[in-house]
């Protein structure tokens, strides 16, 4: 136990007198933590509109008006015919969308009952062409019942099924809500899990694992020594995201915070056996860096923080399920949005408990004292 | 203990080979208790695979090897209480201080510095106006310094010091020889490599080693008293083509201001080649042969001991 307070001692020391490790550890992630929710929204506003009314008629204008006083569009042109240069607008990226009304688009509307318009999208921005076209739909979607309940006031109405949809634990899909915590997650992911896998590899690389080596000191207590400072940079780096969430977006965690440090604990561990894996396959701490990134990259864009694992097509899934970061952010969400409690998230904290054994034990096994 | 009177080190047979290129190969030789004992040997020659198998960093492919009657495979556990590595490349903690280091490796090992103090003491006071001073930022001599005392402050039985004066200045190299001897005074069994010649004379015995094979194994004086023939020192102002022609005549090679040479049948027939050759300056006497003379020759001859 002396030895283990020794090494924890100077491993402390050592992060406390490096100043380029210091603020990495502890001002980076809030700095991000107090830009990225700002910055990642997928709500898309001002989406370029390029509006082509061959028919001009009071309908169309009508729509337009709606279109425009919905916020998220802004009209860049409006032709009466359609001319190459509305190409030109798309093609320059100065417009986004093309809404086209057909000639006796009214006329027809009301004869017929029905006349389709045609939308076409720079795909290139996916999102923004997915969402700018699902927006225009919806518009005029509502449009469509509005002149159905004019024409139609004297007619009887077909009682048909209306969708009402309200949104549960984050009634007014406030963003950041959803975001802030994910990001909390992936922060403290990637600073424990670098500073992890470089720093066995740093000892390797200095030399000075050489000189531990051929002392009497025990693997569990040098493995111990190297756990545990990171383990508390993890929980504190988590604290100050939480109190950022609190104090900058108003984020009140609605579950048992006891809970939630009780699974970031059983999460850190498995974190940092993931960290020291790498640490003993790796020979220089640029090897240990890059592998980490390569994880690192994964766990970012398959743990379900930017794109939801339900929609993944099914080996992907098999991917999110491999990375303890599904787990937590899931679990994250559920706590502070939702209130879930510990019958909720057992099975996540039992899986993340086998990620920690699984990674821990392989660590261990694979740092050798002698070769 | 039965091998109380044994050797301290003794090597057997001892292969190491890294990805098919041989290492070592059939190392044996073996250290008496309190003997300061030098390997002795161009880089590369295999020192440090030594040292590495010895103090139970690395397993050997064949062979045995034992250090204070332990065995390095078996006994490794044993064999880390009692034995000090200082390894080539500097391996404290840069980011700590003299004081912090040698502390923290006093705890690992389960004592304190001041339990042995008494020797270390000595050392350590040529360092201890420094020691808040962090080990990076010491000279290199002062590393060196430093690294022997936390190679030592387990009072450890056998002591293996890997090119412990490569790249330290000429004046703290004497200092440290200096101390391995007040340290062998104190009983304690030294293994040092190095790749300097002149040192060699400093150890009680030696073993030359060249591309993982022993050429011998003796005391310096032995080794040298072995010297076949007689060796000559020559000099001219053209030495460059004095070179070239006596290399056609004898065993010859350049050696400071002077080019040795030996495997001639006597001093008159060599000095009638060289006028032959048209040299008239020449300045030749016979010395005697030093242990890079006995090295150069061993290799030649391909370690015929």
Request: aromatic share 10%.
């Amino acid at each position: 136990m002396r030895t283990l307070k020794f090494l924890l001692e100077k491993e402390f020391k050592q992060i406390f007198r490096d100043k380029g490790l210091l603020p990495v550890i502890f001002i980076m992630p809030l700095i991000q933590l107090l830009i990225m929710p700002l910055a990642a929204n997928f709500d898309i506003k001002n989406i370029n509109l390029a509006i082509v009314d061959h028919d001009y008629s009071p309908y169309s204008k009508q729509l337009v008006a709606k279109i425009a006083s919905s916020g998220y569009f802004r009209i860049v042109s409006y032709n009466y015919s359609f001319p190459s240069a509305v190409h030109e607008e798309i093609e320059s990226e100065k417009a986004d969308l093309i809404l086209e009304f057909p000639d006796k688009f009214e006329e027809r509307l009301i004869k017929e009952g029905m006349q389709p318009v045609y939308i076409a999208a720079d795909a290139i921005n996916g999102t923004k062409a997915g969402l700018g076209s699902n927006y225009l739909n919806t518009i005029i979607a509502d449009f469509n019942s509005e002149i159905r309940l004019k024409l139609l006031s004297q007619q009887k109405l077909n009682t048909g099924i209306e969708l009402r949809s309200s949104n549960w634990f984050n009634p007014h899909m406030n963003y950041q809500l959803y975001m802030v915590p994910g990001i909390l997650v992936l922060l403290v992911t990637m600073v424990c899990g670098f500073i992890a896998s470089l720093n066995i590899v740093k000892e390797k690389e200095v030399g000075t694992i050489e000189q531990i080596n051929v002392t009497p000191v025990k693997k569990w207590e040098f493995i111990l020594g190297k756990l545990i400072p990171f383990w508390m940079i993890g929980m504190i780096d988590f604290t100050l995201g939480l109190l950022i969430g609190r104090l900058v977006y108003g984020i009140i965690p609605v579950g048992n915070l006891f809970l939630l440090y009780a699974f970031l604990a059983v999460y850190l561990v498995a974190l940092l056996g993931f960290g020291l894996l790498i640490s003993t396959y790796s020979d220089t701490q640029l090897q240990a860096m890059f592998v980490a990134f390569f994880f690192i990259m994964i766990f970012m864009l398959m743990s379900g923080l930017f794109i939801s694992v339900d929609n993944m097509p099914s080996w992907a899934k098999v991917i999110a399920r491999m990375t303890p970061v599904t787990y937590f952010i899931d679990v994250m969400r559920m706590i502070v949005l939702k209130g879930s409690r510990f019958s909720d998230i057992s099975l996540s904290l039992l899986k993340v408990a086998g990620f920690a054994v699984v990674l821990n034990g392989w660590a261990i096994l694979n740092y050798r004292k002698t070769a | 203990m039965p091998q109380q009177n044994s050797d301290a080190v003794i090597l057997n047979n001892i292969t190491k080979t890294y990805n098919k290129l041989p290492a070592v190969t059939e190392i044996s030789l073996s250290v008496k208790k309190g003997e300061l004992f030098g390997l002795i040997g161009p880089d590369g020659a295999g020192k440090s695979t030594l040292f590495r198998i010895l103090t139970t960093l690395l397993l050997a492919d064949s062979g045995t090897a034992t250090v204070n009657g332990l065995d390095v495979v078996k006994d490794y556990k044993e064999i880390r209480r009692c034995v000090g590595y200082m390894p080539g490349k500097f391996s404290l903690y840069q980011d700590l201080t003299i004081e912090e280091n040698l502390n923290f490796f006093a705890t690992l090992f389960g004592t304190t510095v001041s339990a042995n103090y008494g020797l270390i003491k000595d050392i350590y006071e040529q360092i201890a106006p420094f020691k808040t001073r962090r080990a990076g930022k010491l000279s290199g001599g002062m590393k060196q310094k430093l690294a022997l005392c936390c190679a030592l402050i387990h009072r450890p039985e056998v002591l293996f010091l890997d090119e412990p004066t490569t790249g330290v200045d000429a004046v703290s190299r004497k200092e440290f020889w200096n101390m391995l001897q007040r340290l062998k005074e104190q009983g304690i069994t030294i293994v040092v490599s190095t790749p300097y010649m002149d040192e060699a004379d400093l150890c009680e015995r030696i073993a030359l080693i060249q591309s993982g094979s022993i050429l011998s194994i003796d005391t310096p004086a032995a080794i040298k008293a072995a010297y076949p023939d007689k060796l000559y020192a020559i000099k001219s102002a053209k030495m460059h083509q004095l070179l070239k022609d006596l290399r056609a005549y004898g065993s010859c090679y350049a050696f400071g201001e002077y080019l040795h040479i030996s495997g001639v049948s006597g001093e008159t027939e060599l000095l009638a080649y060289v006028k032959e050759k048209g040299y008239t300056d020449v300045v030749l006497k016979e010395i005697t042969p030093g242990i890079e003379d006995c090295f150069i020759r061993l290799l030649q001859t391909g370690g015929a001991s």
